[in-house]
């Protein structure tokens, strides 16, 4: 077995289990019962598809998506500390 | 002799390393009681979720010969992406904790001791003296 149906053995393998990992932070995304808790399961959940997207950029040999994580790396910080900031300021806006 | 197949195991095998911690990480971000507790795995999901497999997402470009030039963009940016990864998430989710614990949205629930806590009221109780 050549190396390349080698690897696209591997990344099939792997697909379901990101996807599965994937279901479970939207299910706590969605169930969180708090604010913070759904920012966190979707800030969990953008960094593991920013992985993936590097993953299905190899499997469909192309490079165009890889540039798409890099973005969605930076985005997903942002978010974070927009919301923490919004938390914060809330507080103090006594 | 056997450069590219070495390198593409040793990315298989972080991936694969990877792939378990984004799966314990999920599991755990059900099963935990509390937003704090699952900080914990939110920083596994992240760091072992998403660094680990990056770098041999890395590894499995730069050993595949049959992309072509394609695999050096692949590795370069999933490299950033890595580096990005391990500066940002940290900071993220501690600013997330610590916004959340001083807007005391989330009771903080399997408790010994908040030291956090005592000092904000140490240093409240030195301003209204």
Same mark, same amino acid.
């Given at each position: 077995?050549? #190396?390349?149906?080698?690897?696209? #053995?591997?990344?099939?393998?792997?697909?379901?289990?990101?996807?599965?990992? &994937?279901?479970?932070?939207? %299910?706590?995304? %969605?169930?969180?019962?708090? %604010?913070?808790?759904?920012?966190?399961?979707?800030?969990?959940?953008?960094? +593991?598809?920013?992985? &993936?997207?590097?993953?299905?950029? %190899? #499997?469909?040999?192309?490079?165009?998506?890889?540039?798409?994580?890099?973005? #969605?790396?930076?985005?997903?910080?942002?978010?974070?500390?927009?919301?923490?900031?919004?938390?914060?300021?809330?507080?103090?806006? +006594? | 002799?056997?450069?590219?197949?070495?390198?593409?195991?040793?990315?298989?095998? !972080?991936?694969?390393?990877?792939?378990?911690? *984004?799966?314990?990480?999920?599991?755990?971000? !059900?099963?935990?009681?509390?937003?704090? @507790?699952?900080?914990?795995?939110?920083?596994?999901?992240?760091?072992?979720?998403?660094?680990?497999?990056?770098?041999?997402?890395?590894?499995?470009?730069?050993?595949?010969?049959? !992309?072509?030039?394609?695999?050096?963009?692949?590795?370069?940016?999933?490299?950033?992406?890595?580096?990005?990864?391990?500066?940002?998430?940290?900071?993220?989710?501690?600013? !997330?904790?610590?916004?959340?614990? /001083?807007?005391?949205?989330? /009771? @903080?629930?399997? /408790?010994?001791?908040?030291?956090?806590?005592? *000092?904000?009221?140490? /240093?409240?109780? *030195?301003?209204?003296?």
């Amino acid at each position: 077995m050549s #190396l390349e149906e080698q690897v696209t #053995l591997f990344i099939m393998i792997v697909f379901p289990l990101y996807l599965l990992s &994937f279901t479970l932070y939207i %299910i706590r995304a %969605i169930r969180g019962p708090t %604010i913070p808790d759904t920012v966190l399961a979707i800030d969990a959940l953008s960094f +593991d598809i920013a992985a &993936f997207l590097a993953l299905l950029s %190899i #499997l469909y040999r192309s490079p165009i998506l890889i540039s798409c994580a890099v973005v #969605l790396a930076l985005w997903v910080y942002a978010l974070d500390i927009y919301v923490s900031k919004y938390f914060e300021a809330r507080d103090m806006g +006594d | 002799m056997y450069v590219n197949e070495t390198v593409v195991y040793i990315g298989e095998i !972080l991936v694969a390393i990877g792939v378990f911690c *984004d799966l314990a990480a999920s599991i755990g971000m !059900l099963r935990f009681p509390n937003f704090y @507790v699952r900080l914990h795995a939110a920083t596994v999901g992240t760091i072992g979720g998403a660094f680990v497999p990056l770098i041999g997402i890395a590894l499995i470009a730069l050993g595949a010969e049959w !992309l072509g030039t394609y695999r050096f963009f692949l590795a370069g940016a999933s490299i950033i992406t890595a580096i990005i990864i391990i500066i940002l998430a940290p900071v993220g989710s501690h600013v !997330l904790a610590r916004a959340t614990h /001083k807007a005391r949205l989330v /009771k @903080v629930e399997p /408790k010994v001791v908040d030291h956090l806590e005592e *000092d904000i009221k140490k /240093k409240e109780g *030195d301003k209204n003296a």
